[in-house]
């Protein structure tokens, strides 16, 4: 995403709010300003909003597929590969765990009165189907997730049985080694970088759609929203600087047997080039010369980590959607009990395997995991004008994360 979009799109949030507040406070339930928003900015964001929804399953099919495909390397390495995954699982689950427990003891959705949230929930968009009814045993649960007809789960938005069957794709492409398969999985990869192009052409039409959806919501609910908005930045930041500080420090330190001072010190390169370009995969030279240069780690081990680490490895992403789907729960007023919200924790450590490592490579994610959790799917626009310093404060985490697992990985590694 270039400089001057992220600019816009700030400036579509700001504009949009100053707009919305304005004609709230000079207008208020005229029947002028229901006419414009219900005939101008609101269809005009929904569409924005379709437009990503529309490409939501063709990523994650062929975002998870690939992603499992690629750990084909783990069978050629054995014990790094193997050690390079069970690392991966571990940092993601307490990267997330320490975005739900922050965003659950400040509760920064919170805070509308019941009034403004009754209106903001009667005109929100519907959220999708869940992957199972409520009610339903963890039995019935488990057994859904296995779809009995792919399409049909598509359709009815069973996004949970789309990734199952999209983790099924990636082993049967790891397991059958032919030149039709590696040619089905060129056909992904082609689907993929499509889908990803079609995404960015998306997101450059990002500044009108966040300036049409936050001026319908501020209008509607007056200088309230911004204030839960500026809670939930301030979450975001703090998790990932206890993720990026603290959890990563102790890992180098005691599993890395590194001193974190010098950790940091070597990957300072790499920090920068991640929070300046919002991109891992755009990071990637940058980390792999750190790793040979300054952090001195054998290059079979970096080259290995930090390849599948860009794409599969993605902490501070996967703590990002879990912060934001439990902020727009409260936002919304929608209870997720505990059951669900380990839900949330499994889907965003997948996500963080299946998210693009480009800017804004997330969104569809959260996107996907708002319709399983029956958040209303507006709620995306609420978050976008904020996201772009978002995107680059967890992309440098994420960098700096696969740092830190090449350090964990390559110690008794012989060079």
């Known amino acids: 995403m270039r400089a001057g979009l ?3 799109m700030l400036a579509g949030l700001v504009v949009g709010a100053a707009l919305g507040v304005a004609a709230h406070l000079l207008l208020g339930d005229a029947p002028i300003l229901d006419a414009v928003i219900a005939n101008l900015t609101e269809p005009v964001g929904r569409i924005f909003l379709r437009l990503l929804f529309m490409l939501v399953i063709p990523l994650v099919i062929a975002a998870l597929a690939l992603g499992v495909a690629e750990l084909r390397d783990l069978r050629q390495l054995g014990r790094i590969g193997l050690k390079t995954l069970a690392y991966t699982v571990v940092v993601s689950s307490i990267a997330v765990a320490i975005g739900v427990g922050l965003v659950n003891a400040v509760r ?5 009165s019941a009034e403004l949230r009754a209106k903001l929930s009667a005109r929100a968009l519907p959220a999708a189907p869940a992957a199972a009814p409520a009610g339903a045993t963890g039995v019935d649960f488990i057994v859904q997730l296995v779809p009995s007809n792919v399409v049909q789960a598509m359709a009815n938005g069973d996004m949970l049985a789309v990734m199952v069957f999209a983790l099924f794709l990636g082993v049967g492409l790891v397991l059958t080694r032919s030149d039709a398969a590696r040619a089905f999985e060129t056909a992904l990869q082609g689907l993929y970088d499509v889908v990803m192009h079609l995404l960015g052409l998306v997101i450059r039409i990002a500044p009108l759609g966040v300036a049409c959806l936050l001026f319908s919501l501020t209008a509607r609910l007056g200088y309230e929203v911004l204030r839960q908005l500026g809670w939930y930045v301030a979450v975001v930041v703090i998790a990932l600087a206890l993720q990026q500080f603290v959890v990563y420090s102790i890992s180098v330190r005691w599993l890395g047997g590194m001193q974190p001072r010098h950790f940091f010190r070597a990957v300072y390169p790499a920090i920068v080039t991640a929070f300046s370009t919002a991109s891992s ?10 790793a040979e240069d300054g952090l001195r780690l054998p290059p079979q081990v970096s080259r290995f980590v930090l390849s599948i680490g860009s794409t599969a490895n993605q902490n501070g992403t996967a703590l990002f959607e879990g912060v934001t789907v439990l902020f727009l729960a ?31 490579g997330s969104i569809p994610v959260v996107a996907m995991i708002l319709g399983l959790v ?10 976008l004008g904020v996201d772009r310093v978002l995107d ?3 992309t440098t985490v994420n960098v700096t994360g696969d740092l830190a697992a090449a350090v964990v990985v390559a110690r008794g590694e012989p060079r």
């Open 374 to 383: 029956g958040v209303p799917a507006d709620g995306i626009g609420i978050i």
């Open 330 to 360: 409260q936002f919304y007023g929608v209870d997720l009990p505990i059951p669900q919200q380990v839900l949330v924790v499994i889907i965003c450590i997948l996500g963080g395997i299946g998210t693009a490592g480009v800017p804004a």
């Open 108 to 112: 920064p959705g919170e805070g509308l």
């Open 392 to 394: 680059m404060c967890r």
């Open 281 to 290: 995969n755009a990071t990637l030279p940058t980390a792999l010369q750190v």
């Open 6 to 8: 992220s600019t816009r």
